[in-house]
């Protein structure tokens, strides 16, 4: 059985290569426009869409935080589904949530996840990622989009999982090394909620996004 500190190391790595996953380039898939209908077309696009801008701001390049969270906000969240991510987080505690608690968790977990988080796109290198044939029937409604991460060190790992919406496909969660976003959250809030109930969570969730807005970013 992993150790918390293991999940959390695995955690980090998963949603750092979330972000760099989505900005790394596709080899000759990015010599056409990606299809946006289908859901590796639209990982594609948001692939050559964000590495675009990155490569025409030299601030994010030089690691300048707000610019880089400007930019995760504006070109990676509207391709997910956060509130999907916050409810199966959060399990059957979601249902006892009132609406405005469940608004407050969502947005509080989206800005912890950019913020914690969105320094990778300014430690990317020479990585590159490799698309795995997708196994999927034309009518289904959820999807795994496997691919692998290599650069330095050992190929990595990392699947995304997207649900078709009536707007578009959208991810909701990811794997790397055998660890799920999802999961490795759900233990965390689970304990904040019989600690300190439904309120105490959103409080954590406050504190800890004012601690990280607060912080220096690291050299």
């Excluded at 077309?41 to 707000?66: R, T, W, Y």
């Excluded at 650069?151 to 990811?174: I, Q, S």
């Amino acid at each position: 059985m992993k150790s918390r500190k293991t999940i959390q190391k695995n955690l980090t790595s998963s949603i750092f290569s979330l972000v760099a996953g989505l900005l790394l380039v596709v080899g000759t898939a990015m010599a056409q426009t990606p299809d946006q209908s289908t859901p590796d077309g639209l990982i594609k696009f948001v692939v050559s869409d964000v590495m675009a801008s990155v490569k025409a701001d030299p601030e994010i390049q030089k690691g300048n935080i707000p610019r880089v969270v400007d930019l995760v906000d504006k070109k990676i969240v509207p391709y997910t589904d956060m509130r999907r991510t916050t409810e199966m987080a959060m399990g059957p505690n979601w249902k006892k949530a009132t609406p405005e608690q469940q608004t407050q968790l969502v947005a509080e977990f989206n800005t912890l996840l950019i913020r914690t988080y969105s320094g990778a796109l300014s430690q990317l290198r020479d990585q590159t990622i490799q698309f795995k044939p997708l196994r999927a029937a034309p009518d289904d409604k959820e999807v795994t989009v496997k691919t692998v991460v290599l650069g330095r060190g050992d190929p990595v790992a990392l699947d995304y999982r997207l649900e078709k919406t009536a707007n578009g496909w959208k991810v909701y969660d990811m794997n790397i090394m055998g660890v799920w976003l999802i999961e490795a959250y759900r233990n965390q809030f689970a304990n904040q909620i019989s600690q300190n109930g439904i309120e105490g969570l959103v409080k954590f969730l406050q504190d800890r996004n004012k601690q990280l807005a607060a912080a220096k970013p690291a050299n």
